[in-house]
């Protein structure tokens, strides 16, 4: 780290991790204003961006005022300013970097491409030269981790594709922001505030953005339009134990469904509403009058003491395992505090960015669910840490006792491919000190963390299942049960802070077909002695009403997880299977984009449930994106620009190639809309809004 040249300098995004640096570092520093100074070492610290992008009237003073003449707007060369805020600060840095004395930068802004961006646009406008910059790459703040970042910190050159890609996202975004703004809020926005008798409506629309509107809107249609249709299910009470028939007091009973096979008299018939009910109710009365001789009287759920005997077609064991999930990347525990806590994904990430500066967790900002080679080889750290925490201590110390850790790297919650920047949220097994100081939910969600990381340490749990199939006059009755034989790495999953629900009786419910009903090891014994060709007693037969759901409103929580898998949301195969495993937004701006669109009142977010509906502002909004530039509102668009951005930092294709595909896209959509002469035909839509809000 010494340099006989010079100082090094280590620059940082935020004055707390420049304080982590500066720990980490063991010398004697004096406060100066901005930074801190030791013989050897200077640490300085931006706040977050320093630089911007320069709005367009920077380029000629007549692009202030908004015209569709001075559209497409496509500057040749992009113009960056000092955020006014941040000039003291600024200049601070700048006259630090290019300081006589320093021969080294070490650059520890956040490791990602929004951390990369942030110290470009700060050594271009500080105009730095002859300076050697190393880059630091973190994934924890623990000591530990920071010496070994600056330790083995690698040429900044070797960033330069992660570079650019973050530099065109900026462009990208810059672009279709202030071009498909102004050009729908110029064409459109007289008719917006006409029709809804408001002031002045500013159309604001974004890569992201509307693609995440139109998900909620098409979503909220669906829901509208969706009718409920009515079924009918028929479930026969068979009393098993009594051989044979003979003795039926003597057994217990269990639910069994009726669903249709090739033997049935219903088979490929209309009457059937999926393979296990009907349309209508007659036609489950008439099945079970059929079996047992018995109509249903009016107003009856079906017929008891039927006195038919059953015979059992097939008895199937089988065992089934359930594997520990996989770890949390950003996505999966946002959505998952969204269920347990019903917090929005945006407090979510600043519950997880606090624990990670408070060096509990490791880096939060991640779309990783597996951890790297490395990280394995020194896992019984974390796990040893871990006996520190009373809620983990005996589980860690079993792992370790055990040694339950030393395979993991063969496991598939290892795995370098699956990783871009950084490994699954993990506890670092350090910083308990600070677990007093943060909220009582922050305490809950690292415990989240926690359970999920020491969970795939232990096996999977072991389920034994039985299904059986009685048949009696060619009409078939299937039930299936599930007992816990060995509960594996469910044992660490309760948490503390949920009580226990008692187990309940079958899994039936809504839409489906009875699951696995859940039984005690004395029934499942007596179930295991059942063999094809037993005859059973058919108590009683009864008729089970359901209907069909609508689809489910996305919550915060969901629609995060929907954002990171937008490629499941394509149709086309080919183009899915391009874009697999490329979202839409990054794990570090997918929550800031629920909160924009909340902001600008295009949807409501529900603070009690999370759940996300449109507003009737976003709705109109969506109509008229429709009409003018549809892509915008498709999951397909924002996702492949992604995709290509990962190209880009791949080395895959070059920014010139990306820019003239993106310059070509704004300069087609904003000549489109200003030629369109559609605004009167919108009051149509806007009526049919319109009916759906009060």
């Known amino acids: 780290m010494e340099d ?139 000591e530990e981790e920071v010496l070994k970042g600056i330790k083995q910190a690698k040429d900044w050159s070797e960033y330069d594709n992660l570079s650019a890609s973050a530099f065109l996202r900026a462009k990208e975004d810059y672009l279709m922001g202030i071009n498909f703004s102004r050009a729908l809020t110029l064409k459109y926005g007289r008719n917006i505030s006409g029709y809804l008798r408001t002031d002045r409506t500013v159309v604001s629309v974004g890569r992201v953005m509307t693609c995440v509107l139109g998900m909620v809107v098409r979503r909220e249609r669906e829901i509208r339009s969706f009718e409920k249709t009515p079924f009918y299910r028929v479930i026969a009470d068979i009393t098993c134990g009594g051989q044979n028939g003979e003795d039926a007091a003597a057994g217990r009973s269990f639910p069994a ?9 219903y088979y490929n018939t209309p009457d059937l509403y999926k393979e296990n009910g009907f349309k209508k109710r007659e036609k489950a009365a008439e099945l079970i009058r059929n079996i047992s001789g018995k109509e249903v009287a009016e107003g009856n759920a079906g017929v008891d003491n039927c006195g038919i005997i059953s015979v059992i077609d097939s008895v199937e064991k089988k065992k089934e395992t359930k594997n520990p999930p996989l770890l949390y990347n950003l996505a999966e525990l946002q959505n998952d505090c969204s269920k347990l806590f019903k917090i929005s994904p945006d407090q979510t990430l600043q519950i997880v960015q606090e624990l990670y500066e408070k060096k509990l967790v490791t880096y939060p900002r991640t779309d990783a669910r597996v951890l790297s080679t490395a990280v394995c080889k020194e896992i019984h750290k974390n796990i040893g840490g871990l006996r520190n925490y009373a809620l983990a201590r005996d589980f860690a110390s079993e792992i370790l006792e055990k040694k339950m850790y030393t395979g993991v790297a063969k496991t598939r919650y290892c795995d370098d491919k699956k990783i871009t920047d950084h490994y699954a949220i993990i506890p670092t097994g350090q910083g308990f000190g600070a677990l007093g100081s943060v909220s009582q939910t922050a305490s809950k969600v690292y415990e989240v963390i926690v359970r999920r990381f020491l969970s795939i340490f232990y096996p999977a749990a072991q389920y034994q299942k039985i299904s059986i199939v009685t048949t009696t006059q060619n009409e078939s009755f299937f039930a299936s049960f599930k007992v816990l034989v060995d509960e594996g790495y469910l044992k660490v999953t309760p948490y503390s802070f949920i009580k226990k629900k008692a187990e309940s009786g079958n899994g039936a419910s809504g839409d489906d077909s009875t699951e696995n009903e859940k039984c005690d090891a004395a029934f499942f014994e007596e179930l295991k002695k059942l063999r094809k060709g037993s005859q059973l007693p058919i108590n009683s037969l009864t008729i089970k009403e359901g209907e069909t759901t609508p689809p489910k409103r996305y919550t915060s929580g969901s629609m995060i997880l929907a954002m990171e898998n937008a490629g499941q949301l394509i149709e086309d195969e080919e183009l899915r299977a391009q874009i697999k495993g490329s979202g839409i937004g990054t794990s570090a701006t997918r929550a800031e984009i629920l909160k924009k669109l909340d902001k600008n009142n295009y949807i409501c977010i529900n603070n009690k449930t999370q759940v996300i509906t449109p507003a009737k502002l976003g709705e109109i909004i969506y109509e008229v994106v429709n009409a003018s530039i549809p892509p915008l509102l498709n999951a397909e668009l924002t996702a492949s620009w992604e995709k290509g951005l990962t190209y880009v930092a791949e080395g895959t294709i070059t920014s010139d190639e990306y820019m003239a595909k993106l310059e070509d896209f704004v300069s087609r959509r904003t000549n489109r809309v200003i030629n369109l002469n559609n605004q009167a035909a919108l009051v149509t839509y806007f009526n049919e809004v319109s009916k759906n809000y009060k």
């Open 4 to 142: 006989i040249m010079g100082k090094s300098v280590f620059i940082a995004e935020k004055p707390s991790v420049a304080q982590e640096f500066a720990k980490a570092l063991h010398a004697q520093f004096s406060r100066k204003d901005g930074f801190l100074e030791s013989e050897q070492y200077i640490v300085t610290w931006c706040y977050g961006h320093l630089v911007s992008m320069s709005y367009p009237e920077k380029y000629d003073e007549k692009l202030k005022r908004w015209s569709l003449d001075t559209l497409p707007f496509l500057p040749e060369k992009y113009r960056y300013e000092v955020i006014p805020s941040a000039q003291k600060q600024f200049e601070t840095v700048k006259g630090l970097l290019n300081r006589a004395d320093v021969s080294t930068i070490y650059i520890c802004t956040d490791s990602g491409r929004e951390g990369e961006y942030i110290y470009r646009l700060v050594d271009m406008m500080a105009g730095v030269k002859d300076k050697k910059r190393l880059r630091v790459w973190i994934d924890s703040q623990t």
């Open 257 to 265: 469904e009726w669903r249709v096979t090739e033997k049935s008299r």
